[in-house]
């Protein structure tokens, strides 16, 4: 089953422009990750978040954790084309190797 | 740089035929993940392997979807026979924390887009 919800389920917006991304999920967490997907392609890590961390940068990703309110939010800025794709927030429920749950995605269009 | 590799990219099948899909990890990755994605939705686990042990199959229709690691290395994730609902991604991840790494990040594999007909 589908742990988080992402919102929106689709964005559009012009290149140069910032795009938020914002995750939800319902248990408690070890840390949260963000994937992007190309069209028919596979995952792409882009940056994990510990349950005791609040925020993260990595190049123009800047990513938030709210454990109380059981949220994130991903951050692109200065959007271009080529971010075009699907991005995807994922939950593990410990450290180690365990399996992901993913939500279903918002589809982030960005227009030249 | 590593990659996950998956085989076939694609496949056409007819219900009630079988299919076999190929996964060969990053070399030293002990943790190998299979999962499906559905058209529109985020992926979802069917099984688990550490080395060539099952660690969750919990999601697994195991009438139908087989899967192993013999070797505990590559792996293959059979579904006989094939439903029309079986159309989707079956993506395949590996990750490993004797690489260092502090935390389960997953490389994903390109996938394999199954259309059954």
Redesign the interface.
């Known amino acids: ?2 742990q ?1 919800e992402e919102d929106p389920q689709a964005l559009s917006i012009q290149e140069g422009e910032n795009a938020t991304m914002n995750c939800s999920y319902k248990t408690s967490i070890n ?1 949260l ?1 963000w ?1 992007r997907q190309n069209s ?6 882009l940056i ?1 978040i ?1 349950s005791n961390e609040r925020e993260k940068h990595s190049g123009r990703l800047r990513v938030t954790l709210d454990t109380s309110k059981k949220s994130s939010s991903l951050l692109i800025t200065a959007s271009r084309a080529a971010d075009t794709a699907s991005y ?1 927030c ?1 939950t ?1 429920v410990n ?11 918002t589809r982030l269009s960005v227009i030249a | 740089e590593a990659e ?1 590799a ?1 085989s076939p990219r694609y496949k056409i099948t007819e219900k009630s035929q079988a299919v076999a899909f190929w996964c060969d990890p990053i070399s030293g990755h ?2 190998l ?1 299979w999962y499906r994605q559905i058209l ?6 069917l099984v ?1 392997f ?1 080395d060539e042990s099952v ?2 199959d919990s999601q697994l229709p195991k009438d139908r979807f087989s899967a192993e690691r013999l070797k505990g290395v590559d792996s293959t994730l059979k579904i006989q026979p094939a439903e029309l609902g079986d159309s989707a ?1 079956y ?1 395949c ?1 590996s ?3 004797r690489a260092g790494l ?10 394999t ?1 199954l259309t059954v007909l």
């Open positions: 089953s589908q988080g840390n990750q994937y028919g392609r596979g995952l792409v890590h994990l510990r995807f994922a593990a450290s180690g190797n365990t399996p992901l749950v993913f939500g279903k995605g | 996950v998956q002990a943790t993940y529109g939705q985020g992926p979802e686990l688990q550490q660690v969750d991604m993506l991840a990750s490993s924390l502090p935390h389960n990040e997953q490389f994903f594999g390109p996938g887009r």
